[in-house]
């Protein structure tokens, strides 16, 4: 303190009267504690509207571990809206490699194009023209709005879901949510909220044993008060999971494995083992059909468990030989990649799974 804010001899500082003071402002609270404990991640350091809509896209199913080296990199190639716009969807999907669901990454390449385009390279400033925009729906649009833009909107994810719904002491229905949501985002500093609530739910208001005595809204926490933390919110009903098999064929060339581009659709643009969610007794006729020649298939040389959605899918790898040069029939493109370069590659979750089991499983056994 300099010599001329010194306070004067004897005064104290004004404390709030508990009985008379206001009620509690929680967007102040929230934002003295994000202030003081936000995690350092690399989108919060440098602000600006494409970094946010970068990270926000990237973190939609993608953990924030993941998330961030891979952040870091893709910002580095593609430095802003207009060098994303410039470059291949193909190029971009390539630095998606491994943060999966690369939608993402074709809608982020198609939203760069529609903002050189319609918007003179910027980020919308608007909901409506950010819905506009390929990939970006209620959630994503409300980040950009309020964290790069400092409008007041509303994001509301599974965090904040939580989080809102134990300070209130209440489930609430999808719309009631949203609404709730609208109303708590304050007029000043939007953005600054609505990350404080994602980071209180991803640090401190967990799923399962929540930190209630580190958490800034513990005093006023509903459901805190009330003991029906472990309760709130209430799981959503599951669909039922489904068992499914699925195959997929080594084929070997001088030490190269033969990878197919699957067309457009799910998955569209992925590499895979040629094959599909079929049982071994379909996987020739599968080849036949996207490879457009007989195959001989052997022994499974790998298999791999992973899921989609509620499907609970058992991967199987099996060594196959093909009567002659495959064609890309059921396929966007064909390529002999060596192992040891599969992982550069944009592949789907089984073959990535299928190809780390190969890579760690014990020598290969000769195709039959
Ligand atoms: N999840 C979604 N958006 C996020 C953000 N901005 N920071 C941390 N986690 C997030």
């Not at 994303?84 to 969807?89: C, H, P, Y």
């Not at 040891?340 to 190969?358: I, N, V």
Request: hydrophobic letters at 40%; aromatic letters at 6%; charged letters at 20%.
């Amino acid at each position: 303190m300099s010599d001329g804010e010194r306070m004067p001899q004897g005064s104290r500082r004004a404390v709030p009267n508990p009985s008379t003071s206001q009620p509690p402002n929680l967007s102040a609270l929230l934002a003295a504690w994000f202030v003081a404990n936000a995690r350092d991640l690399p989108w919060r350091f440098e602000r600006s509207p494409y970094r946010t809509l970068v990270s926000e896209l990237m973190l939609q199913q993608t953990t924030v571990k993941t998330v961030v080296p891979r952040f870091e990199r893709f910002v580095a190639r593609f430095r802003g809206v207009a060098s994303l716009a410039a470059s291949t969807e193909q190029d971009v999907v390539e630095e998606w490699a491994g943060l999966g669901y690369y939608s993402r990454a074709r809608n982020l390449h198609r939203a760069a194009r529609i903002m050189v385009e319609r918007h003179g390279g910027e980020v919308p400033r608007t909901a409506e023209e950010l819905r506009a925009l390929p990939g970006i729906g209620a959630y994503t649009a409300g980040a950009i709005l309020s964290i790069a833009h400092g409008v007041r909107a509303a994001c509301v994810d599974g965090n904040v879901r939580r989080v809102i719904s134990r300070l209130d002491g209440r489930d609430y229905g999808a719309r009631e949510l949203e609404a709730r949501a609208a109303e708590l985002v304050p007029e000043s500093g939007p953005g600054v909220w609505n990350e404080g609530l994602m980071e209180l739910g991803a640090t401190v208001c967990l799923p399962r044993d929540p930190a209630c005595l580190l958490c800034p809204l513990g005093k006023v926490c509903r459901a805190r008060a009330e003991g029906t933390v472990g309760q709130l919110p209430a799981a959503k009903a599951r669909p039922a999971t489904v068992a499914q098999e699925a195959s997929y064929a080594l084929i070997l060339k001088d030490g190269s494995a033969l990878l197919g581009r699957r067309p457009p659709g799910p998955l569209g643009g992925l590499w895979e083992f040629p094959g599909d969610r079929v049982p071994k007794t379909k996987l020739r006729e599968t080849l036949r059909e996207k490879l457009g020649v007989a195959a001989k298939i052997g022994a499974a040389v790998a298999t791999a468990r992973h899921s989609i959605t509620h499907h609970r899918i058992a991967a199987s790898l099996f060594a196959a030989r093909l009567s002659a040069a495959p064609l890309a029939r059921g396929y966007d493109g064909l390529n002999w990649v060596r192992m040891e370069s599969l992982a550069g590659l944009p592949l789907t979750a089984a073959a990535k799974k299928l190809s780390s089991a190969l890579l760690t499983s014990a020598p290969l056994q000769t195709p039959p």
